[in-house]
């Protein structure tokens, strides 16, 4: 059974919604394109046929408003006053801006925003500026120079068609013309007797789309207007014959006429399997004075057309397919199903040796098991390469962001951007948008200094913000630093007394980068006054909370008068990671094995206290301790009780993990936890061994976080958000999804 026209349009919509945020993407690039370079004729071209491409989309998907606001967009771009008109970058912004609020009412079914101001905006680009030649003014009018450009229609017999087509659309005839097409006229009625009239359209106009490109319709594509009469302009290498037969479609069209518009000069009647040659091809009519503007609009309108109406390919294979990314992650999920299955596996083989240490299958068994776990191993690769996407895809918005605040803030921002092409899981790079953006946004207002401080200070009136992202290790780095005039620690630290959150004494106990640390605090803000971009103290511990959810971490280092740095350091995945695997008063936890620099064994003679925090002395290095279990002194001998310490580091800092007993390495599947089975953010999620056990992974970032803030006296309440019970524990291995 074929899909239904109402499944096929919605379809067709999920396909626009995506779309349009590419085509919006690009008409921001090229918005700040045309801002630094305001008389490049060109990008006001490529400005044309994106938006000329936002229109006919939208108006296939039945989308009148978008599509008539880009429709008068796209006639205003045409004339030759828009290009010399200074305000064209600002209504390009603004164009993008409302686009986009259009788009997203459209998705949620939200209110359209009022759509007249930027029409005035539109209507503004017909007024051009004053031209002054060295020698004898003269002011050119907007209706003096569109006259020049088209006197007379394309062809030689288009001024005699009954519809009138528009400039673009005749320059498009010119164009199919010249490259060889034959253009038609196509007239269909629709039969009085078809039930489904809207729909009967869209059968025409995908059968006309089939002979070749469709130059100009009436009524547009996806219109619900009741009409029973649809024509085309169709450029093809088609007969009249083959055309008029294409477009007789039974139950749905009465009649149908084809008239010639006009073919190639000097060559015969194309066949359809004739290929023109180009450079043969003549036009059918001179055109009028201005040849030299003339041929830059057929060359614009028929690139235009080619981006409006997708050609056939005639060679190649597409070999790019859009996938949903909830079938990647449900074969990612079984991937994690097959990894516990191989861990159930090799944990029986274990029990095999043991109680049959001369079986002769043993060796078969422990060869498939390792071939398994190589092919297991590659599918897992290649699942997760195919989640991966470039940070680009991310990095993109920022070039308009910085540019509309360093415009609010009246400083001039120059932004640099690498590393464009690093690799990160979607999730994760979704997940950092809105931390990165206020990052980016807080560099701009609050980093970078006026021009005028600037100057000052002997730096060079523009900022620069510099966005990085690369790889280190198992892990992806993204760094947002600038050139401005770096955090205050003593600002900091006064702030945090006035406050109540430090004592003069404890303050001045903490180094600098502990001091650094305050910014992150809920509320925490050292700006004089309240404005749009900083002041309110809300972002810096959205970024840090966000981060630790992800299970990476953020680093900040800054210069007095030099800059600041943030670096945000996130996991390649968070689905499957490599684990330790260790015991803490009986009861089992997991941390990332990328985390753990070294493993130490101590006794608890050796940790010692120091300003009531338990410390180790490793080598030359004082190592801050957190202990997740309580204290014992001695075991049951009466002597000093041994202990492991996880040499861990979290950003640049380094910790010891006192834990009772190690367990080894595992590669573990995490699921996500239900909050009804454990409400803390220490772990940050679980797992299943091959055996049933469950091992909570925990949040190791958070943990140190909990541990820094802690009071001497309180350091033990870290242990209290770990302790799940038997009876948890019992139920989430019993199959119940977590």
């Known amino acids: 059974m074929s899909p239904s026209s109402d499944d096929r349009m919605v379809e067709l919509r999920e396909l626009f919604f995506e779309s349009a945020q590419e085509l919006l993407q690009a008409l921001n690039e090229e918005a700040l394109k045309l801002e630094k370079s305001p008389e490049d004729v060109e990008t006001v071209r490529v400005i044309r046929r994106i938006v000329h491409t936002l229109k006919g989309d939208a108006a296939a ?189 039974p139950t749905v069209v009465s009649e149908t006429k084809v008239v010639v518009v006009g073919e190639p000069i000097g060559s015969p009647k194309l066949k359809s399997q004739d290929k023109p040659d180009v450079k043969d091809a003549s036009p059918a009519v001179p055109w009028a004075a201005n040849p030299g503007h003339e041929e830059e609009s057929r060359d614009d309108d028929r690139n235009q057309a080619q981006v409006a109406s997708p050609q056939p390919v005639t060679s190649g294979v597409e070999n790019i397919l859009r996938v949903d990314a909830e079938r990647i992650d449900s074969v990612l999920n079984l991937v994690g199903e097959l990894i516990i299955g191989k861990s159930m596996l090799q944990q029986a083989l274990n029990e095999l040796v043991r109680h049959s240490p001369k079986e002769a299958l043993r060796g078969k068994f422990a060869d498939a098991m390792a071939f398994q776990s190589r092919v297991l191993n590659d599918l897992q690769r290649s699942v997760m390469k195919i989640r991966m996407v470039p940070v680009e895809q991310l990095f993109r918005r920022f070039p308009r962001i910085v540019r509309d605040v360093a415009r609010q803030c009246g400083k001039d921002v120059e932004l640099v951007i690498s590393g464009q092409d690093t690799d990160l899981d979607k999730s994760i790079l979704d997940g950092i948008a809105e931390p990165l953006t206020h990052l980016v946004r807080n560099a701009v207002g609050h980093g970078i200094e006026s021009a005028e401080d600037r100057q000052r200070s002997g730096k060079p009136a523009q900022g620069r913000i510099r966005l990085d992202a690369y790889h280190q290790g198992n892990q992806v ?56 971009i900083s002041g309110r103290g809300v972002g810096m511990d959205v970024v840090q909370s966000v981060l630790q959810r992800l299970k990476g971490s953020v680093q900040l280092e800054t210069r007095p008068g030099q800059g600041t740095s943030f670096r945000l350091k996130l996991p390649l995945t968070l689905a499957i990671i490599k684990a330790l695997l260790f015991r803490v008063e009986e009861r089992l936890y997991a941390i990332p094995l990328n985390a753990v620099v070294e493993i130490a064994r101590s006794t608890e003679s050796e940790v010692h206290q120091v300003d009531n925090y338990e410390v180790l002395q490793l080598r030359n290095q004082v190592l801050p301790l957190v202990r997740l279990g309580s204290a014992r002194t001695a075991d049951v001998n009466g002597r000093s009780r041994k202990l492991f310490v996880l040499i861990i580091t979290v950003g640049e800092r380094k910790f010891g993990l006192i834990v009772d007993q190690l367990e080894g390495e595992e590669e573990l599947v995490i699921k996500a936890l239900d909050d009804h089975a454990i409400s803390t953010d220490l772990v940050s999620g679980a797992s299943i061994l091959g055996d049933g056990r469950v091992v909570l992974i925990l949040n190791l970032s958070a943990v140190v976080d909990r541990f820094s803030r802690a009071r001497p006296n309180e350091t033990g309440a870290i242990t209290s958000g770990l302790l799940l019970s038997h009876a948890d524990r019992r139920r989430m291995s019993s199959g119940v999804e977590v």
Request: hydrophobic fraction near 40%; include cysteine; aromatic fraction near 4%.
């Open 61 to 249: 998907c039945g989308y009148r408003e978008l599509s008539e606001l880009a429709h008068e967009l796209e006639d205003a771009l045409a004339m030759e006053s828009a290009a010399a008109h200074a305000q064209l970058p600002e209504v390009a912004f603004k164009a993008a801006d409302v686009f986009t609020a259009l788009i997203t009412a459209y998705h949620k079914g939200g209110k359209l925003p009022s759509l007249e101001p930027m029409r005035k905006m539109v209507r503004g680009l017909a007024d051009p500026p004053k031209l002054e030649r060295k020698k004898g003014a003269v002011k050119k009018t907007a209706k003096s120079t569109k006259s020049k450009v088209l006197r007379k229609p394309a062809t030689r017999t288009a001024s005699q068609l009954k519809v009138v087509w528009s400039e673009y659309e005749q320059v498009a005839i010119q164009g199919a013309l010249e490259e060889g097409h034959s253009v038609y006229q196509v007239t269909v009625h629709i039969d009085p007797n078809c039930g489904m009239p809207i729909a009967g359209r869209q059968l025409v106009h995908a059968a006309v789309a089939s002979l070749g490109e469709i130059l100009g319709a009436r009524p547009q594509a996806g219109s619900t207007e009741p009409a029973k009469l649809v024509e085309f302009l169709v450029a093809t290498h088609k007969t009249k014959e083959q055309v008029a037969a294409k477009c007789q479609i």
């Open 477 to 532: 780095v993204i760094e947002v630093s600038d050139d401005g005039r770096g955090i205050d620690a003593q600002k900091i630290r006064a702030k945090a007394i006035e406050r109540g959150q430090l004592t003069g004494e404890e303050a001045g106990r903490l180094t600098e980068a502990e001091i650094l640390d305050f910014i992150f605090r809920p509320g925490f803000s050292t700006a004089e006054e309240v404005t749009e």
